[in-house]
């Protein structure tokens, strides 16, 4: 099967779909939060990982599914066990486009039928905890000035943390 664009041409279309999931990683996560992860992929083999990353956030590049854009109850959230990290920034820029805590309650309890309720339980620990930094930080008013309430750094969490016997 042959193309019929040039390889400038599609490498074009890459471009502008990367630069357009940038923007929307920006409006989503926060511009201090994408920049660090950006940073963070200094070599080619992790910076496939942002690149890859970039192009879902933009909701044009899928344009059967038109209602993706920010509505929390169409965004993919990372559910699964040990992705916690992923999920509070999700729950925070969630938060920042209008979400409210009761669509992403239901969120997660729809993930839980799907990825298994331990990953529910540990979903809605962190979720909590996410929502509440998110108002400690001032929600909405703190992004406007630009103060960063993103939880940035990873750290790994063995099964204990993850699964506490009381929280089953």
Known sequence: MTSNYTPEEIAQAHRILYNEGI????QVAGKEYVDK???NADN????????????????????????????PRRQPIPRRVNRSQELATHV???????????EIKEVILQAACYC?????????????????????????????????????????????????????
């Open 92 to 102: 925070k820029g969630a938060m920042n486009n209008g979400a409210t805590e009761e």
């Open 44 to 71: 080619p083999f992790s910076k496939a990982m942002q690149e890859v990353t970039s192009l879902p956030s933009l909701p044009s590049a899928l344009p059967s599914f038109p209602l993706l854009a920010l509505n």
């Open 23 to 26: 923007k929307m990683r920006y």
């Open 37 to 39: 992860a950006l940073a």
């Open 116 to 168: 298994g309720m331990p990953s529910g339980i540990e979903g809605f620990r962190v979720a909590w905890k996410a929502i509440e930094e998110w108002r400690a930080a001032g929600g909405k008013e703190a992004e406007k000035k630009g103060d960063s309430h993103h939880v940035d750094e990873h750290r790994d969490m063995d099964l204990g943390e993850r699964a506490k016997p009381e929280d089953v």
